[in-house]
T-cell receptor, first 116, second 108 residues
């Protein structure tokens, strides 16, 4: 089945540790995104990538890092510099918007990170 | 970034109609999306508008006015399973930015 797979679904880490969240897609989408969601808030964009080996900062990139070495993979590292890392992290991908293709985002199931 | 506003909460009765408004301010507008998100789950795509007017998909319709920076999502014949958060999202410069979401509660 085609889709986006995020892992792990739940993750607990001690304060000061780096953690990497995995995101893999087999939809052959060019673009991939990472969002963070906190209770009562909408999705906030952390990083996005339109093409392999290229990515841009979103609205809240500080304390995070990403890589895009392969089209299907876009891992997110939450570093110790992130002041409040406990959140629900969502990865998404989208095809290029053209013609009848809306370029909508397809989301993974999310990773819930709790820093103790 | 974009400034996207939508109401925090709405309550309606099963079988009724609810309209969720969304206003936005952005440059380089290139489409508006509505997503549904049940608690603890990923958002799922509902509708897309890039031109002015109404798009209808079954019980859900979405309207866009680009000159007013305004959209609404209309949910008809509400069912209990429609209780969820509804997210308005605006695309500009290859980025999709989301509003805070509107939590809709459907009561019997």
């Amino acid at each position: 089945d085609g889709g986006i797979t995020q892992s792990p679904k739940y993750l607990f880490r001690k304060e000061g540790q780096n953690v990497t969240l995995s995101c893999e897609q087999n939809l052959n989408h060019d673009a991939m995104y990472w969002y963070r969601q906190d209770p009562g808030q909408g999705l906030r964009l952390i990083y996005y990538s339109q093409i392999v080996n290229d990515f841009q900062k979103g609205d809240i990139a500080e304390g995070y890092s990403v890589s895009r070495e392969k089209k299907e993979s876009f891992p997110l590292t939450v570093t110790s510099a992130q002041k409040n890392p406990t959140a629900f992290y969502l990865c998404a991908s989208s095809p290029r918007a053209s013609g009848s293709n809306t370029g909508e985002l397809f989301f993974g199931e999310g990773s819930r990170l709790t820093v103790l | 970034g974009q400034n996207i506003d939508q109401p925090t909460e709405m309550t309606a009765t099963e079988g009724a109609i609810v309209q969720i408004n969304c206003t936005y301010q952005t440059s380089g507008f290139n489409g508006l999306f509505w997503y549904q998100q049940h608690a603890g789950e990923a958002p799922t795509f509902l509708s897309y508008n890039v031109l002015d007017g109404l798009e209808e998909k079954g019980r859900f319709s979405s309207f866009l006015s680009r000159s007013k920076g305004y959209s609404y999502l209309l949910l008809k014949e509400l069912q209990m399973k429609d209780s969820a958060s509804y997210l308005c999202a605006v695309r500009a410069a290859n980025k999709l930015s989301f509003g805070a979401g509107t939590t809709v509660t459907v009561r019997a």
